[in-house]
């Protein structure tokens, strides 16, 4: 569930993945979307303006991708994305 996310840490959710995805399994998500779509990171890379080296970073778990990075991805992949933002204390 959305809300048993401790404040502050990032949850991902995809159309392909009917649950939320929090930054543990990203990278796991991303490299099925890129497979899925019979892409190379190379490939990827050069569709969002990246490197190949940048793109598996973010598939291993190692860089955390900013909000425009997203949305390239997303571009990408041929994908919806979805910002949920919530205050994480009461306002």
């Known amino acids: 569930m959305v809300d ?4 502050g840490r990032l949850r991902w959710v995809c159309p392909c993945e009917p649950n ?5 399994s ?4 991303l490299r ?9 990171q190379r490939e990827l890379a ?4 990246s490197t190949q080296s940048a793109v598996a970073r973010m598939e ?5 991708p900013k909000l425009c ?3 390239k991805l997303a571009d990408a992949l ?5 910002v949920h933002v919530r205050a994480t204390e009461p306002v």
Do not use: Y
């Open 4 to 7: 048993s996310v401790p404040a």
């Open 20 to 24: 939320v995805i929090d930054e543990s």
């Open 26 to 29: 990203f990278g796991f998500v």
């Open 32 to 40: 099925e979307l890129r497979q899925r779509a019979g892409l190379s």
């Open 46 to 49: 050069e569709r969002i303006g």
């Open 60 to 64: 291993k778990g190692e860089a955390e």
């Open 69 to 71: 990075t997203l949305r």
């Open 78 to 82: 041929n994908q919806d994305l979805h």
